[in-house]
């Protein structure tokens, strides 16, 4: 079982409101991940880290924003929360000596 | 454009009998092939991973198979069970860059009815 946390599991906010997303990994992992998952499609990167201080776009243009201040936290905000935001979030974590990715329960995120 | 595409989109399966998902993909350079199921409203959990010198690796009752020649993978289900019910993805990493670059299939939605 992979140590990785993403805090909340479900979180139904305001439009405008400012939200962040925890994600914590313990394994000591440097490269860390966002996905984006709507129902039924695949996952999209949205920003990742090898490192900290280190955080990089990636692949679906995100209005979010990521932080990697510590290896083991990876959180993420949005500013100012609209509909269009409404997705599962899925926070994941990598070794450079183990290829797989290890994954979080993910944030259903609703914004009303 | 590298691309991972899986079926059958969904399937629907009596307890007990096996059944097997497909993966094609266009990806290139090609470094790895992992399947994972996810569980609604969870995160993936990973299955398998394989290599290109790889062509069958198993995990209990999950088995998958690639054929790196064709660009095809497979993973069979045997005896499913109740908690097979979930959505099974494959994902495909190159080797085009430090990241190791993922993509991911859109999933094989499996039911098991009892």
């Known amino acids: 079982e992979a140590d990785i946390y993403q805090t909340p599991r479900y979180l139904v906010i305001g439009t405008g409101k400012k939200i962040t997303l925890e994600c914590s990994q313990t394994m000591g992992h440097d490269k860390m991940y966002w996905y984006q998952q709507d129902p039924g499609m695949e996952l999209h990167l949205i920003h990742y880290?090898?490192?900290?201080?280190?955080?990089e776009k990636g692949d679906l243009s995100s209005e979010s924003t990521v932080s990697r201040i510590r290896t083991e936290h990876f959180p993420l905000t949005l500013e100012s929360a609209r509909p269009s935001h409404t997705s599962q979030y899925l926070c994941?974590?990598?070794?450079?000596?183990?290829?797989?990715?290890?994954f979080g329960q993910g944030t259903r995120l609703t914004v009303v | 454009k590298n691309q991972v595409e899986q079926s059958p989109q969904s399937l629907i399966i009596l307890e007990g009998k096996n059944c097997t998902l497909q993966c094609n993909y266009t990806v290139s350079p090609f470094s790895n092939l992992r399947w994972y199921k996810q569980d609604t409203g969870r995160g993936p959990v990973s299955l398998t991973i394989m290599t290109f010198s790889e062509n069958t690796k198993s995990n209990g009752r999950y088995t998958a198979t690639l054929d790196a020649d064709t660009k095809q993978s497979s993973l069979h289900i045997t005896a499913s069970q109740l908690s097979d019910s979930a959505s099974y993805i494959c994902?495909?990493?190159?080797?085009?860059?430090?990241?190791?670059?993922?993509?991911f299939g859109r999933g094989t939605q499996l039911t098991v009815w009892p």
């Open positions: 880290s090898y490192g900290v201080n280190s955080t």
């Open positions: 994902v495909v990493s190159d080797r085009g860059s430090t990241l190791g670059r993922l993509y």
């Open positions: 994941a974590s990598s070794d450079r000596t183990v290829p797989s990715q290890f």
